[in-house]
């Protein structure tokens, strides 16, 4: 770990270089995954635009939902689940609020401070309101808030509730683990997909949260067209996992986003965390 921070002091590239040599091994091409955690009512109100600006230009992505707001939401998540979407388990309660004195949502329920018992229900939840509300068994996880639900006996615990309901895959760690191991590998029997970093800036995750949403922001839209330019650069020299992942409500209504999106896909085929895993299973590495 020390090793990759001092590589990416000397140049983000280095960090790049390796990233790509780790999917190499793993992929006979670049995949690119979109994915949409939809945290708040917000995302309800917008969801279905930005589901079929997307479809327009060949994109399908993943969806992330709270039990309660998928349940408050169901007319609309059911419509995009017949588009052929894929949903993941992203806990039963929302873990999102919102703070009127900032007039905006902030997040709660964070799993680090939970009891294990706590957690545990909140996924049990998840999975039994995808069943009830879309019918759909899910069989891959995203923690929410997953940044401060990375130490190894959290991840530990994780897999282990995760087998109980006989899961495939998570995708609920930060760039990093892909350096560290591989774009996607195996650990405690669960297959993991880290998240995608910001090309300048590799640890940190590329979420719509940092260049569209955060009301301390310093980047820009722009910045993530050029940031996801780099990457599309990359990917069309070199296999690699894209894994990116946003909230409707941040983008809705940003066209470098969606532009940002068509330029992704105008080179890397857009497909779901399933259609990955049958491409790749055979290559998966297992940790231990
Ligand atoms: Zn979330």
């Given at each position: 770990m020390l090793l990759l921070k001092i590589l990416n002091r000397i140049d983000p590239n280095l960090i790049w270089a390796l990233y790509a040599k780790r999917c190499k091994k793993v992929l006979d091409r670049s995949y690119f995954i979109l994915s949409f955690d939809c945290d708040t009512e917000e995302d309800i109100s917008v969801v279905w635009d930005v589901h079929s600006k997307l479809q327009d230009i060949g994109i399908t992505p993943v969806y992330a939902v709270p039990g309660a707001l998928l349940k408050k939401g169901h007319k609309v998540y059911k419509r995009i689940q017949k588009t052929g979407a894929e949903f993941i388990n992203h806990g039963g309660r929302e873990h999102t609020y919102f703070d009127k004195t900032l007039s905006r949502h902030a997040s709660c329920f964070f799993y680090d401070q939970e009891s294990y018992s706590t957690v545990k229900e909140d996924i049990f939840l998840g999975h039994k309101i995808l069943k009830d509300v879309l019918g759909v068994t899910a069989n891959g996880w995203r923690t929410p808030h997953f940044g401060t639900f990375q130490k190894p006996e959290d991840l530990e615990f994780l897999c282990s509730v995760l087998k109980e309901l006989d899961y495939k895959f998570s995708t609920s760690t930060s760039p990093q683990m892909a350096y560290q191991y591989d774009p996607i590998y195996k650990t405690h029997s669960l297959i993991e997909i880290p998240v995608t970093g910001i090309?300048?800036?590799?640890?940190n995750i590329m979420d719509t949260w940092a260049y569209f949403g955060a009301p301390d922001r310093v980047k820009t839209p722009e910045d993530y067209l050029v940031d996801v330019n780099s990457i599309k650069k990359l990917a069309s020299e070199t296999p690699l996992l894209i894994n990116i992942y946003g909230d409707p409500s941040h983008i809705h209504d940003q066209p470098k986003f969606f532009q940002a999106m068509k330029n992704l896909v105008d080179i890397t085929p857009n497909v779901s965390y399933s259609h990955l895993l049958k491409d790749t299973y055979g290559k998966i590495r297992s940790l231990r």
């Open positions: 090309f300048s800036e590799p640890f």
